[in-house]
Every structure is written in structure tokens, then in C-alpha cells.
């Protein structure tokens, strides 16, 4: 179940704030491309540096390629991986940049990438960052704080038919419609800035009956928005394909995601990939998936991670 991180979170260590819970999964994925040799991983979705952290140590002669686009996940996973600081390069970059990225460094091919999806738990936690519907804060949710336009700039500048179709395609949100005309009236009156605001729009906007079996009114819109603001589908579109060029042959992608947008774009980019990457249902090498059953629900309590969030 999701847990309500404490308060003061942000000011706990980096290597003490998260274990990815599926570590071990990931390591057995990866290990016939990393094992006994010389190899190149590319952590696409850095974090805090669980997994990287992790696989350096139990792999002495890897050289990790670490990409995050947010500038205080970077610096909190550099004092965590410092002990490794001859063998990383610690890149900002959004993972959609892997080819540029590979190509700055000289590096043609990979023996691994790997992909956590989604909000990381340093996201999560940081109270004002605004990516949680269970506390207050600036509706922000920008992954990188330095550039882009925030939730709010959203909210209170898109037409209502073209907030409509984001809260229905990238939420699944069936009362669309219904929550952006809210949306409408409400910002025709002042501006939608603070995430509680928010909340008690959609607690207003989504009907009872769908308040009791649907799960927080705010699940869908806050995901919605989260994805809009940091392009996320457009950039792993652009990433998967890039990624599965990079790998050497044997090597391995793993893709952990948590929501059907992503796992459909995913297994869309693996069955386009090259005829030697198999899905998860085929044995061999190549690119793999954790599947289902495998993973634990991202965001299964109100606004909160599992403890198996990005990191």
C-alpha cells in the first residue's frame, strides 16, 4: 500500500530516503549483459540513485551512465554514488536525449538501460513541488523546476476542449469534460494556483457515487497533468526506440512502468524494435519487461508512492 512519507524527508540523506523494492528483480534481468566483464549501463531515470547504487557495487567493472532531468535528483544521487565517481557520468538530461547523450560520451553501444517510470519518491516527497494531491502546494509538477510551464499555467490558459482531451487521455478521467468546463468557471473567477484548490474543485466536480468506488477524485487529473507538463509519453516514444539502438548485442532493456499509457507505448516500441528483442513472454536475450504481476502499483494510496517508486 502507498505510505504518507514523513515530514522532513528532504533533509534525510540521499542513500538513506530510498531501496527500490524490486532491485532484485532488476539485477537478475540485467545480470547476463552486466556479469564478468567490462560493460555500460545507462540509468535513464536516475533518481536517487537506488538501482545505480546497487549495481555498482555487485558489478565492479560497470561504468554507469546516469540521466535525470531534475537538478536535485542529480546532485543528491552524486553524494550518494560518490564512491563511484571513476566510473559514472552523472548527465541532466531528459532520457529522450539518450542518443545525444551516448554520442557526447563515445559510447556507440550499451550492455543495459534501464527506465523507472513516473514520479520519483524525491518528487513525491517535496512538499512544494506539487505532484501530490494529499498536501498543499503551487501547482507546479515540473520535474525540472528550471524550465517549462507549470500545472497551473495550464490549467488557466488551455481551451477547455484541449483540457478536456489531456484529462482524457493521459488521466483515462471518464467525467472529463464535466471537470474541465469546472475548471473553466472557476478560472474565469481567479486563477487555479494551489493544489488544495484544485481537490476541492474535483471532490465538487466528480460525481458521489464515483467518489466511493473510483478512488481519490484527484488521482486521474493530478496524473494528467503531471504527464502534459513534462511531455513524459512524448519523451518515452522518442527514448524506447533510441535505447533499443544503443544496445550491443546481448544486451538488455528493462522498462518498469506503472500505468496502462505507458506499458501500451512500451510494448508497442518493443514489438516495432529489431526482430531480436523479445517481450517478456519469449525466452532469450534482449529487451525484457518486468511484468505485472512483478511489480507493485505505483501511487496506490492518496497522492503517495509505493515503496518501490523511481529511485
Known amino acids: 500500500m502507498g505510505q504518507r512519507p514523513e515530514q522532513g524527508t528532504e533533509d534525510r540523506p540521499a542513500g538513506a530516503r530510498h531501496v527500490p523494492v524490486l532491485l532484485p528483480r532488476v539485477t537478475e534481468l540485467l545480470d547476463p549483459a552486466l556479469s564478468g566483464r567490462p560493460a555500460v549501463l545507462v540509468d535513464a531515470t536516475l533518481g536517487l540513485g537506488g538501482h545505480s547504487a546497487a549495481l555498482l557495487a555487485a558489478y565492479p567493472q560497470l561504468t554507469l551512465v546516469g540521466l535525470d532531468r531534475d537538478p536535485q535528483a542529480l546532485e543528491l544521487a552524486g553524494r550518494r554514488l560518490v564512491a563511484y565517481s571513476d566510473r559514472i557520468h552523472l548527465v541532466h538530461a531528459v532520457y529522450d536525449r539518450i542518443a545525444d547523450v551516448l554520442d557526447d560520451l563515445d559510447l556507440p553501444r550499451v550492455d543495459g538501460v534501464l527506465f523507472d517510470l513516473g514520479v520519483s519518491s524525491l518528487q513525491l516527497d517535496a512538499e512544494s513541488r506539487g505532484f501530490s494531491y494529499a498536501r498543499d502546494a503551487d501547482l507546479d509538477m515540473r520535474m525540472d523546476p528550471s524550465t517549462g510551464q507549470t500545472a497551473a499555467e495550464v490549467l488557466n490558459s488551455y481551451p477547455v476542449p484541449e483540457l478536456a482531451r489531456i484529462l482524457r487521455e493521459y488521466g483515462e478521467e ?47 487529473t493530478f496524473q494528467a497533468l503531471r504527464i502534459e507538463v513534462n511531455s513524459e509519453l512524448d519523451a518515452l516514444r522518442t527514448a524506447l526506440p533510441a535505447a533499443l539502438d ?18 501500451r507505448i512500451v510494448k508497442r516500441e518493443l514489438a516495432a524494435g529489431p526482430r531480436q528483442v523479445l517481450l517478456p513472454a519469449l525466452a532469450g536475450d534482449g529487451a525484457l519487461l518486468v511484468p505485472p ?19
Request: aromatic share 4%; hydrophobic share 40%; net charge positive.
Open 174 to 220: 471518464r467525467f472529463a469534460g464535466r471537470i474541465a468546463a469546472a475548471v473553466a468557471r472557476r478560472r474565469a473567477q481567479r486563477p487555479l494556483t494551489r493544489s488544495a484548490e484544485l481537490v476541492e474543485l474535483l471532490y465538487e466536480a466528480v460525481p458521489a457515487a464515483s467518489r466511493r468506488t473510483g478512488g481519490h477524485p484527484a488521482k486521474r
Open 246 to 263: 544503443a544496445l550491443a548485442v546481448g544486451g538488455r532493456l528493462v522498462v518498469m512502468s506503472y500505468h496502462s499509457l505507458e506499458d
Open 293 to 311: 504481476a512483478d511489480r507493485p502499483r505505483r501511487g496506490a494510496g492518496p497522492g503517495e508512492r509505493t515503496d518501490g517508486a523511481a529511485g
